[in-house]
């Protein structure tokens, strides 16, 4: 059954003028902290502050200026299964959430704030089946992000069109500056079961951008 979603935070009010003064740095802080303190269990936020120095990452608001998404089109493209469905199958589990961000898929790789390529296959030792790389600035605005799927599975199984859609939407949520989850009932659990959202990551999700990039700790 798909998981009732709550309507998303509204954002911290932000200073109209930066820097901001430290006294307003501080409020601004505490509330993301008290914030994140009552959701408790229903968001996981740890593993993604244990990576992160207490840092939220996230993308910007950017009105009127979407974030563009591109495909890598070459040979293993080619070989991977509806590879164009898939990818914006994984970005509209996330989107559906309305989490103030815009995407607007492009043809040109240059110039673009998300890339999506393929491997044949990662390492075996490494167990994984997608990697995304991340270029976050130092306030925790994410500037640019690359997905990359595998074809095949750890044991070197052609992975079905099911497993390539869970692999792609487990990776846009850490594209969007999601960490891993501790439950197995979650999308963003390290091997996630399916592409649908729990309750968990949608809460997660809206808790991340209604506050504002940056570290939650105090002085």
């Known amino acids: 059954a798909t998981p009732a979603v709550a309507a998303p935070t509204a954002p911290l009010p ?4 930066a820097p901001a003064t430290p006294t307003l740095d ?5 509330e993301a ?9 229903q968001v996981y936020l740890d593993s993604l502050f244990a990576e992160n120095d207490s840092t939220l990452q996230r993308w910007p608001e950017r009105p009127g ?3 563009r998404v591109a495909l890598v089109r070459d040979s293993l493209y080619e070989a991977a299964s509806e590879p164009d469905q898939v990818v914006r199958g994984a970005f509209a589990v996330w989107t559906q959430l309305r989490l103030g961000v815009e995407l607007q898929f492009v043809s040109d790789t240059v110039g ?15 167990r994984r ?3 995304t790389d991340l270029q976050v600035a130092g306030d925790g605005n994410i500037q640019h992000g690359r997905i990359t799927l595998s074809l095949l599975d750890p044991t070197g199984r052609r992975l079905d069109r099911g497993g390539l859609l869970t692999t792609a939407a487990h990776e846009v949520g850490h594209v969007l500056g999601l960490g891993h989850s501790d439950s197995p ?11 649908t959202l729990s309750s968990r990551d949608t809460q997660t999700a809206q808790l991340v951008y209604g506050l504002p990039a940056g ?5």
């Open 112 to 126: 673009a704030d998300i890339v999506v390529a393929w491997v044949r296959q990662f390492a075996p030792e490494e």
């Open 185 to 195: 009932g979650d999308l963003m659990y390290p091997s996630p079961r399916s592409a």
């Open 215 to 219: 570290s939650v700790k105090g002085q």
């Open 33 to 41: 902290r008290r914030r994140i303190g009552r959701s408790g269990r």
């Open 14 to 17: 932000m200073p109209a003028v």
């Open 65 to 67: 200026d979407p974030i």
């Open 129 to 131: 089946t997608g990697q």
């Open 26 to 30: 501080l409020m601004v802080r505490l």
